[in-house]
């Protein structure tokens, strides 16, 4: 056999999906509809002429650059199955945490609050749903890191939930 070849399950091999891997696919869909029903709720509220855009603070960005490096750190430690870069990406994920907190602060020294704008309430309202989103995937890093448990299911969550801050930070932002 070439080392390109496809290899096949054992005769009799048991084919059917993981229950944790059915649950994380519900949860992720899940969570995507939660989004994509802001997202409408986001396009059908923008043509209102009481919309007023406000810039995105500049600490969602470094937030952005450290969610990315997360990602990233938490894949070579699945990978690798290395508990340093495990670690070193539960701490940018609360670096993200605390650069939306002083997000919200610039937003607020701007003089923009949750009921102010329209566009200022969808920001608030969608970083804070994604940080809530965010943090259960912290905690469940932490266990993962304390427990010394499998960390596939938990890197997929942690991927999407990049994956979601960058639809949202986008979206936002235009």
């Known amino acids: 056999m070439t080392s390109s070849a496809v290899e096949l399950p054992a005769h009799g091999a048991d084919l059917?999906?993981?229950?944790?891997?059915i649950m994380c696919i519900v949860?992720?869909?899940?969570?995507?509809?939660?989004?994509?029903?802001?997202?409408?709720a986001y396009f059908i509220r923008r043509p209102s002429p009481d919309w007023v855009p406000i810039a995105i603070p500049s600490w969602s960005w470094l937030g952005t650059a450290a969610l990315v490096v997360s990602s990233a750190l938490l894949e070579g430690a699945r990978r690798r199955q290395n508990r340093s870069l495990l670690g070193a990406?539960?701490?940018?994920?609360?670096?993200?945490?605390?650069?939306?907190v002083l997000s919200w602060n610039e937003l607020s020294a701007a003089g923009v609050y949750l009921p102010s704008t329209p566009h200022g309430s969808f920001y608030f309202m969608l970083t804070a749903v994604h940080g809530v989103h965010?943090?259960?995937?912290?905690?469940?890093?932490?266990?993962?890191a304390v427990r010394r448990a499998e960390i596939r299911w938990v890197a997929g969550y942690w991927h999407f939930m990049g994956l979601i801050w960058l639809y949202t930070l986008l979206l936002l932002a235009n």
Do not use: E, K
Not at 16 to 21: E, T, V
Not at 27 to 40: N, S
Not at 89 to 100: A, E, H, K, T, Y
Not at 134 to 144: N, R
């Open 16 to 21: 059917r999906p993981r229950a944790g891997d």
């Open 27 to 40: 949860l992720l869909g899940v969570v995507a509809m939660l989004f994509a029903g802001f997202t409408a």
């Open 89 to 100: 990406s539960i701490l940018l994920g609360f670096v993200f945490l605390g650069s939306q």
């Open 134 to 144: 965010l943090l259960c995937g912290l905690l469940a890093l932490i266990y993962t």
